[in-house]
């Protein structure tokens, strides 16, 4: 049941700030606090803070998605939709649809895999060292041996990619709503 009229400046103004502020901790967990982290804390330890930070990310993520196509329905009628609204509701859509996908599954079973590659790699005497791709000779090595952990490396990849796949689709959607609304500010 859309609602008639155009919308409070209250829900305007908790459109934007959601929209933005899922936007903005978008772009620092995909694109900045890994790399930071990666560098900076040993390789288990930053396992553990990602599967810990995660878990809310991704469902923030979904929450500020599902919130905002919810506000954006109401008061956009699919019957009177232009064009740049069309776009704007297909990706608030599109990102609750990925964004779900992403909490529910592949976050987790991503973060699932990642503790039983822990397991094995503290076996060998790996996972405390700093820096991406520190003693790469020795994950080969425990790669090419062990059956077990090159299938988990294997799944492992698949998983993280697929949800790295998710949460960009997610951020680009999100980039795209904020660039429409942006468009539809009378003043800054």
């Known amino acids: 049941m859309p609602t008639e009229g155009d919308p409070t400046s209250l829900v305007k103004a ?6 933005s502020t899922t936007w903005g901790m978008q772009i620092w967990m995909s694109f900045v606090s890994g790399f930071v982290l990666i560098n900076t804390i040993s390789r288990h330890t930053f396992g553990l803070v ?21 506000l954006f329905a109401l008061y956009h009628p699919q019957q009177l939709l232009n064009r740049a609204e069309t776009v704007q509701i297909a990706s608030l859509f599109v990102c609750v649809i990925f964004s779900g996908l992403n909490a529910q599954w592949f976050g987790q079973t991503t973060t699932e ?18 820096g991406f791709g520190t003693y790469i000779e020795a994950y080969k090595k425990l790669h090419k041996s062990d059956a077990k952990y090159r ?8 998983y993280h990619t697929i ?9 680009f959607c999100n980039g795209v709503n904020l660039l429409y609304t942006a468009g539809n500010l009378k003043t800054i």
């Open 151 to 158: 299938r988990l490396s294997w799944k492992f990849r698949k």
């Open 50 to 70: 990602q599967s810990s930070l995660f878990p809310y990310y991704l469902y923030t993520v979904l929450g500020g998605s599902f919130i905002n196509l919810s």
């Open 163 to 171: 949800s790295m796949v998710c949460n960009l689709i997610c951020v």
């Open 113 to 130: 895999v990642m503790f039983k590659k822990h397991k094995i790699e503290r076996e060998n005497g790996l996972g405390d060292e700093v």
């Open 14 to 19: 908790t459109h934007l700030i959601i929209l």
